[in-house]
């Protein structure tokens, strides 16, 4: 995506305008990115929201439009220049991972013929990539590791955070573990992405949240969020859903996107 972006400013088109288009195109055209939507009856006027992983800053701009601020982290340098240079007003970027430990670590961006899939960029040891045919190498960088709540709770101050977003390509437990205490002091709506084919540890998150008193939701129909658990989630990542998006089917069936709703 970022190259597509990249096309079009080297077309004449400032980058900004070209953003705002790929936010209205993800969230308004068909077909569109429903759990982009369906956030929204999340979000507050008066409320922070928290985009982790935020890749070129689609769902930050979403987030932004609909809270007091945000605050997004993303640790690939190409991507990070870019959310410097589009995001709106309200958004702090932060140019750095989130994991359960500070320190440094090593992204891994994979590339398809010498061009980076900034995307599926990731910090975590476990997902290689394995069913991405188009990947032929890797692009490294070095980069510093942070936590939820040692950057966040000291700053808060009587600010809320209703809704954290967790797109961390198979690092999102160790980003939840990491948010511990964030999540249990403001309660925010989570949405994880969680695939098996990353090596994540999905069941975990299940077992963790739960433990915390959240229930998972998933647009399993692709409008409606329905109660959804690992065995169910499985089925919706098999390998005819996962063939089909991997072709660029945006009708594929395929489900990644799990919403973790505070019990009352």
């Known amino acids: ?31 569109c990115e429903q759990e982009m939507v369906a956030a929204r009856q999340f979000l507050a006027s008066d409320k922070v929201a928290v985009d982790v992983g935020a890749n070129v800053g689609l769902f930050t701009a979403v987030l ?23 995001a709106p007003r309200n958004c ?9 430990s500070e320190g440094t670590t090593v992204l891994r961006v994979p590339v398809d013929r010498d061009v980076p ?3 599926l960029s990731t ?8 069913t991405e045919t188009r990947v032929t190498g890797f692009v490294t960088h ?23 977003n967790i797109d961390a ?21 989570l949405l994880v992405e969680l695939e098996y084919r990353h090596g994540g540890a999905v069941a975990e998150v299940f077992d963790w949240l739960g433990a915390r008193a959240y229930v998972p939701r998933a647009l399993t129909d692709g409008r409606t969020l329905a109660p ?27 489900v990644n996107n799990i919403f973790f709703l505070p019990e009352a």
Not at 92 to 100: H, L, Y
Not at 123 to 129: F, G, S, T, V
Not at 246 to 251: E, M, T, V
């Open 228 to 254: 959804v658990d690992p065995a169910r989630l499985r089925d919706l990542q098999d390998g005819t859903r996962l063939a089909r998006r991997l072709a660029g089917n945006r009708h594929s069936g395929y």
């Open 1 to 31: 995506m970022l190259g597509h972006l990249r096309e079009a400013v080297r077309g004449g088109l400032p980058p900004r305008f070209v953003h705002a288009y790929r936010v209205v195109r993800h969230t308004m055209l068909w077909p």
């Open 169 to 189: 390509e198979g690092h999102e437990f160790a980003v939840l573990r990491g948010g511990e205490g964030l999540i249990a002091a403001h309660r925010p709506v």
């Open 123 to 130: 910090i975590e040891a476990a997902n290689r990539h394995g």
């Open 92 to 100: 702090e970027i932060i140019a750095k991972a989130v994991s359960d």
């Open 64 to 86: 932004a439009r609909h809270s007091k601020k945000v605050i997004a982290f993303e640790p690939n340098p190409a991507c990070a220049e870019h959310l410097m240079e589009v």
């Open 142 to 164: 070095s980069v510093e590791t942070v936590t939820l709540d040692r950057t966040l709770l000291p700053s808060l101050s009587a600010e809320r955070v209703a809704f954290i």
């Open 117 to 119: 899939m900034h995307a």
